[in-house]
């Protein structure tokens, strides 16, 4: 009886450590607009301090990309326009073929009706976060989270907060 009985207490402190050690996983989302006309909206998986997974899809209008080059759509004809955006979305697909072979990350460029999407997303229970900061210029790391492979929630949300991201409730 003792034995069954001291058996029993052990499985429930197991147990209920183990729900005390697990936290909820819980998604957030955020978006950030920027002068040139760019609106990325972010969407992280995160549990207690780590980031599971994040997606970002960026939109910005074809005019609005030219207009940040310093070239006006509205003065060239519309087979320099056919030829520009072609152009566009070659060069943005290229640059995407680079991190293409990095496990757990993509990268899928799309232009249509004069819109350029750009859609990431991390899932870091399968990347690297030393090849991914090492190959994505755009990536951001500190040296804690290359050795630790863990992005922290708590840092991500500074950063967000830094460059005025806006939560999406």
């Known amino acids: 009886m003792k034995k ?15 729900l005390v050690g697990c936290s909820k996983e819980e998604k957030h989302k ?10 990325t909206e972010m969407t992280f998986t995160v549990k207690g301090d780590q980031v599971e997974k994040q997606v970002g899809k960026s939109t910005i209008k074809e005019e609005e990309l030219f ?16 030829i520009a955006s072609e152009a566009v979305e070659k060069k ?4 995407v073929k680079n991190v293409q072979n990095i496990k757990g990350y993509s990268d ?26 090492n190959k994505v210029s ?4 500190d040296s804690s989270a290359k050795k630790s492979n863990k992005v922290s929630w708590k840092k991500t949300k500074k950063l967000l907060e830094k460059q005025n991201a806006k939560e999406i409730k």
């Open 4 to 18: 069954t009985l001291a058996t029993g207490l052990g499985i429930m402190v197991i147990c209920i450590g183990g």
């Open 30 to 39: 955020y978006s950030i607009n920027t002068s040139s006309g760019m609106k």
């Open 67 to 82: 207009k940040s080059q310093g070239v006006d759509l509205n003065s060239l004809t519309k087979e320099q326009k056919k």
């Open 92 to 95: 943005m697909k290229d640059a």
């Open 108 to 133: 899928k460029v799309t232009v249509k009706d004069g819109v350029v999407v750009e859609t990431v997303t991390v899932d870091y229970s399968k990347a690297s976060v030393k090849e991914i900061a």
């Open 138 to 141: 755009t990536f951001t790391a």
